[in-house]
């Protein structure tokens, strides 16, 4: 089940909404508008040489502090 991110057209609001087959149709959960647009988004980070006990310092917006992966 992926998770899209949208901006919505009415409240100009970011949301993530994850969608459980093809045919939902996403709504805006901040004002139920259903004009959305999607976004252009990242999948996943690429790990690279990083070993498992090592700890990813991305920032809950999920970039990395430094501006550089020291994981990759």
Do not use: V
């Amino acid at each position: 089940m992926p998770i899209y991110e949208y901006t919505c057209d009415e409240c100009d609001r970011p949301a993530e909404i994850l969608l459980k087959g093809r045919r939902d149709k996403p709504r805006c959960p901040h004002c139920g508008s259903a004009k959305l647009t999607r976004q252009f988004s990242t999948f996943a980070a690429h790990q690279g040489r990083a070993s498992s006990s090592q700890q990813c310092p991305a920032g809950a917006d999920g970039t990395c502090r430094s501006g550089q992966c020291p994981l990759a």
